[in-house]
């Protein structure tokens, strides 16, 4: 039977290895012509091979002279001189080539005349004699304190490139350097993530991998799973607003529904700019009076590069003046006796309401209605009042106005006295009477608005100031010292 035969092979094959060479040959010679002739005289034999003790060799094979592929060396089916066939490696394939099918076929890794970085060493795409294309190392930058660097063609550069540990667009990452990514924040478990030598991407292979991902729980490598987001929402990301997701590996928020956010070039949200957006804004639209508006790293305007400003105390077109910078104007210049000359908020117009005042109020009375007001809570009514200011109101038969000079009119408590009660007392302004023509007064007009009938009666009275409203004299119903019982009598109804 065949298997009496492959049994005897191997009886007589372990039975002579213990011999010299030459014995053993004589006993494989004898071995194989008596397991030929019991198989060439078996009648009806069995062909199952299943009790072939070659199937327990590791490395087996079926078909002799078959070629296969262990990684990148050619494999040959071979008898192993023990009557079995194994896998047996031959040389590796060259470069530029790689194993497949059983033989050693051109494995192009790269286009030919093209470049790129391999950590710090450059390299080029070259050709073997076969007409493979492969990457052959070129210069190492490192040897010359220089990095690789192949965002457009592989070339040695100062202070950036890839594998310098310093993250640099347009990489991924860079050495040691992440970009503040790891294991769990790129969906896996827990482990040591690392950059590729090309620093295009990570390199995940220690990361071990996450299990509970998508249990709408967030477990503790995970940063959100499902629907489950720990209380994050688009604001708390750096978004104005949208809807926040998460990622299918649970390892970082979705954020593609998002609506804008500093730094994406539009201008949105509570935003004054963004990037190189200012929204039509100029350094003059803001107040200066020239320079280059840009826009900062939180997206509000930069200004530092605009130059001249009403409140600088400097004195720039188109302004007339700027804080304590007049010019070599005085109060005198303006007629004043002394004082500080000044300039209005605007930086427009020169300011004299600190100018020393050259006048006096003399006499100054409620001129109409008198003696009283009787009207509805909430209206409104007007009061007149005169003014003698020697010098000034009687230089001519109408009005003579004067930046210093100003006239209110007042509504407070009954039997008060405005230049004590400086909260109980509602005054509004008054402006000269144009219609009023006298030799040696001025007469003023204002609005009064009633106050609840609740407080009723109330008194109003006038007040008139030539410095501008750094002191003032109150009047009553005559031209003398104010007196409370003199006031305007106010009642007012509901």
């Known amino acids: 039977m065949k298997v009496a035969a492959v049994g005897f092979l191997s009886w007589n094959m372990n039975s002579t290895r213990r011999r010299h060479d030459g014995v053993m040959v004589v006993a494989l010679a004898l071995g194989l012509a008596l397991g030929l002739g019991v198989m060439l005289g078996a009648a009806g034999c069995s062909d199952d091979d299943s009790g072939d003790p070659c199937e327990s060799i590791p490395g087996s094979c079926d078909i002799a002279e078959r070629t296969g592929c262990n990684g990148n060396v050619v494999q040959i089916c071979t008898d192993n001189g023990a009557g079995c066939l194994v896998w047996v490696d031959t040389d590796p394939c060259p470069v530029g080539f790689a194993c497949f099918g059983g033989s050693c076929v ?284 020697s010098g000034l109101t009687d230089v001519q038969t109408g009005p003579d106005p004067d930046p210093l000079v100003m006239a209110d009119v007042g509504v407070g408590p009954d039997g008060s006295d405005p230049s004590q009660d400086l909260t109980g007392w509602d005054w509004y302004p008054a402006s000269p009477n144009t219609g009023f023509s006298h030799a040696s007064e001025d007469e003023y007009q204002g609005e009064i608005t009633l106050p609840s009938a609740t407080g009723s009666p109330y008194d109003y009275a006038y007040r008139f100031s030539v410095n501008a409203g750094q002191t003032w004299t109150y009047c009553d119903r005559t031209d003398d010292t104010y007196t409370p019982s003199d006031a305007g009598h106010l009642d007012v109804t509901q």
């Open 106 to 389: 051109c494995d192009d890794e790269c286009v030919p005349e093209t470049n790129q970085c391999n950590g710090n060493t450059i390299q080029h795409c070259d050709e073997t004699i076969e007409g493979c294309l492969f990457w052959q190392n070129g210069q190492d930058c490192a040897d010359t304190d220089l990095s690789c660097d192949d965002t457009e063609d592989a070339t040695c550069v100062e202070g950036a490139g890839c594998g310098n540990d310093i993250l640099e667009p347009p990489e991924v990452c860079d050495g040691s350097d992440l970009a503040g990514e790891d294991c769990v924040s790129l969906g896996f478990g827990v482990g040591l993530l690392g950059c590729n030598n090309r620093c295009n991407g990570f390199d995940t292979r220690e990361c071990s991998p996450s299990v509970f991902c998508g249990n709408s729980i967030i477990d503790t490598t995970e940063v959100c799973d499902g629907s489950e987001l720990g209380g994050a929402d688009c604001e708390s990301q750096g978004f104005h607003g949208g809807e926040l997701g998460c990622r299918t590996n649970c390892g970082a928020f979705d954020t593609s529904d998002c609506d804008g956010f500093c730094g994406d070039g539009g201008v949105n949200g509570p935003e004054q700019c963004d990037m190189n957006d200012v929204a039509e804004a100029t350094c003059e639209t803001l107040g200066f009076d020239e320079g280059s508006l840009t826009c900062d790293a939180s997206c509000m305007y930069d200004t530092s590069a605009c130059t001249g400003y009403c409140g600088d105390n400097i004195v720039t077109e188109p302004e007339t003046c700027d804080g304590t910078a007049v010019g070599v104007m005085t109060c005198h210049d303006f007629g004043y006796p002394g004082g500080t000359l000044g300039c209005t908020p605007n930086c427009e117009d020169l300011d004299v309401s600190r100018c020393d005042s050259p006048w006096t109020v003399g006499a100054c009375w409620i001129s109409a209605p008198v003696p009283s007001i009787t009207a509805a809570q909430n209206t409104t009514a007007t009061v007149w009042g005169q003014v003698w200011i």
